[in-house]
């Protein structure tokens, strides 16, 4: 999925799911890593579990 993202920072609920956001981020990253923090956060629901946020490139437009 290597599609221009230059950085994502992520908030987990519960860092026991570190693990697993990073294999989920392995598999959309494979060749190149985007600068990336993670931090534990509160949401404002029990049923959310995480936040996303990414800095993009759009192709063609830089």
């Known amino acids: 999925m290597d ?4 950085g994502v920072s992520t908030g987990l609920t519960d860092m026991g799911n570190f693990a697993g956001l990073n294999s989920v981020f392995a598999e959309c990253f494979e060749q190149l890593f985007p600068a990336g923090t993670t931090v ?23």
Do not use: C, H, N, S
Not at 3 to 6: I, K, L, M, P
Not at 44 to 62: C, K, N, Q, R, S
């Open 3 to 6: 599609d221009g993202a230059f």
């Open 40 to 62: 534990r956060t509160g949401l404002p629901t029990p049923e959310m579990l995480i936040e996303i946020d990414a800095i993009v490139a759009v192709p063609g437009t830089i």
